[in-house]
Structures are given as C-alpha cells and as structure tokens.
C-alpha cells in the first residue's frame, strides 16, 4: 500500500500539526476524518481567550478588547505596548482598528485560541 496523508500515522499527522501556522489549521481539518481529529485534538490545547469586546465607535473604525493570560501575548503576536491594566496572569488588551486591519486581526487572534468564553459585539 501507498502511503498517502489520509493514511498517515496519527504520530506523523501530530508532528506535522505542530509545525503549521494556527491560521491554516482549518486546511488540515478538511484532508480526512483522521486529519480532523487531530487538528481539533491540538486546538484544544490553544490558550484561550476569556472575554472579547468589540465596538464598532467610529465607521471603519474597531476598537477590540479582549482578555487572557499574560503568558500568551507572545502566541497572538500581540505587542505588550497595546497592553493595559493587568494582574501577573490576565491581561486586557485594547486595539483601535481600521476596517483592513480589524478582519485579519480578528481571524488571527480566533484562529490562534481553543475557545473564547464571552463575545460582546455592539
């Protein structure tokens, strides 16, 4: 037999898992039944988000809070600079977007968590 990705061992599908940007995890999820299944396994794993407000103020303008451990800022490629008050492990962040920005900051930060606890949008 051929060795195939819908055949590949769980142990090589992990590695591979592993390696793959968060953002392009749903592409994985979509080669087979086994691909899933591991993909949806490792995003369990993913920090999570707490809490995510976001206020759409202005037009075109998004201001994003959001809340999670200190420890991940680095995971979201969040700069500590956006930071804002904080205890030693939860932090809220707050980011004023405009209308390009808000769309690939929204699906990297959703792409890069296991689950969001609350979602305020207004």
Known sequence: DAITLNNLPADIIRLIIQIVKPESMHCLRQISHNWESQVLAFKDRLPVIYQVFCDMTE????????????????????????????????????????????????????????????????
């Open 59 to 122: 037009p075109y303008l998004l201001t994003l809070r959001f809340t999670l451990e200190y420890r991940h800022l680095k995971h979201f490629g969040i700069d500590i600079m956006s930071t804002s008050a904080h205890t030693e492990r939860i932090i809220d962040v707050t980011l004023i977007l405009n209308d390009e920005k808000a769309k690939d900051c929204l699906t990297k930060l959703f792409r890069r968590c296991s689950k969001i606890d609350k979602f305020v949008l207004s």
